[in-house]
């Protein structure tokens, strides 16, 4: 269908055993998506990053039959992701806006931080997410909800899934566009036509931002680390007139409050040293304290900012486990990504759980604490306001 409608999408295969596999793996070339033919929730998802990791999987994969073989797709790396509900009759369809995840694709849309109306995705690539809803909503004849998720990439934007039914996200949409999705897309299953609702294209004037609420305090000893599998067991959602604000007030309802001062640990996968300066830029302009493992600072060091050097456990004492039990960090930014670093670093953030430390996994999710910490600070739009008079009734 996406073929026939000139929709671009990650490159994919099927496999039923090894061999199959690699040779998909061969056509596409790694990272890989791999995932079971039926999934909820993201289970069974897992990012493959070479042949060992590949052969891994299929050794453990049960149950695939040549009516249920694995799914592979192109994973793609470092790219902004996005989704869009859609409601349609059949013959017209209405997308009242797009929500844009703030981690990168790979983390599960339900465990994504998320956005209305969007703070990065340019212009042209908010009309094609739109058209792209419209155009497939239409193709498969739904009548009621539809929510379709991309990940743009290299200046594309790609889709990744179409699910037509409602997603968690229409309680979102609706609260921050004023717009009642499940009453509308009921009338809509009932015979009303999309085009006798009224609907229109409006100006959102605030922020809504969904955050994902996890158990991990519950499991201290379970690595709290984000992927294509879901692990939250709930959502709120933070509004205020700014993004930064709005997202400081989705971390507090989630139980996660942001410090506004102390002392940050930074430390990072090697894929993300390039973007650390940015991070520890942020937080040193208000007036938090940098502790690095030794790469992050050396990286940090190269652009100008000042930082000390903290040990990780296999380098002595005293170490981060060891500062953090004694309150020397206030807030740690840890980010895995790749085949290694996935576990490598597993302590801290367990550590950071069992000490109730506030910590982030993905640069994208520290760069908006910083702003949220700064707008706090500032001030700005910390206001309580209620549905009814955020929308003027």
């Known amino acids: 269908m996406m073929d026939k409608l000139g929709i671009p999408m990650p490159e994919s295969g099927m496999a039923v055993d090894l061999q199959e596999a690699l040779q998909v793996a061969g056509h596409i070339g790694y990272p890989l998506m791999v995932r079971p033919s039926y999934v909820l929730g993201g289970r069974g998802m897992e990012v493959v990053y070479d042949e060992d990791m590949l052969r891994q999987y299929m050794q453990a994969a049960v149950g695939v039959t040549p009516d249920r073989p694995i799914l592979i797709d192109r994973f793609l790396e470092n790219a902004i992701e996005a989704e869009a509900d859609a409601l349609s009759d059949g013959t017209t369809a209405f997308v009242p806006a797009v929500m844009e995840h703030i981690e990168l694709a790979g983390i599960h849309s339900g465990d994504s931080a998320c956005v209305i109306p969007p703070i990065s995705i340019p212009a042209k690539h908010l009309e094609t997410i739109g058209d792209y809803a419209r155009q497939i909503a239409l193709e498969l004849k739904v009548v009621g909800l539809i929510n379709i998720q991309y990940a743009i990439a290299d200046d594309t934007v790609y889709v990744i899934e179409a699910n037509p039914r409602a997603s968690r996200t229409v309680p979102l949409v609706s609260k921050v566009c004023n717009i009642p999705m499940a009453s509308l897309a009921t009338q809509v299953m009932l015979g009303k036509p999309v085009a006798d609702m009224g609907l229109k294209d409006r100006q959102i004037s605030h922020f809504g931002v969904k955050e994902a609420v996890f158990p991990f305090n519950m499991f201290p000893e379970v690595d ?75 990286v940090l060091a190269a652009q100008g900012i000042e930082a000390e050097l903290i040990q990780k456990m296999h380098e002595g004492r005293p170490n981060i486990a060891d500062v953090i039990k004694n309150g020397g960090i206030q807030l740690v930014v840890n980010t895995p990504s790749g085949k290694m670093s996935q576990h490598d670093d597993s302590y801290i953030r367990k550590a950071a759980i069992k000490y109730k430390i506030p910590y982030i996994t993905t640069l994208a999710a520290a760069i908006a604490a910083a702003r949220g910490i700064e707008e706090f600070i500032k001030g700005q739009g910390g206001s309580i306001r209620s549905l009814q008079e955020l929308h003027g009734k």
């Open 224 to 298: 709290p680390v984000l992927g294509p599998e879901m692990r939250s067991t709930g959502e709120v959602l933070g509004i205020a007139n700014s993004f930064g604000m709005a997202y400081f007030k989705a971390q507090e309802a989630a139980g996660a409050r942001l410090v506004t001062q102390g002392t940050v640990l930074l430390t990072v996968a090697d894929h993300d040293q390039p973007a650390a300066a940015q991070v520890a830029r942020r937080f040193k302009n208000l007036g938090f304290k940098i502790l690095a493992t030794r790469g992050t600072l050396s």
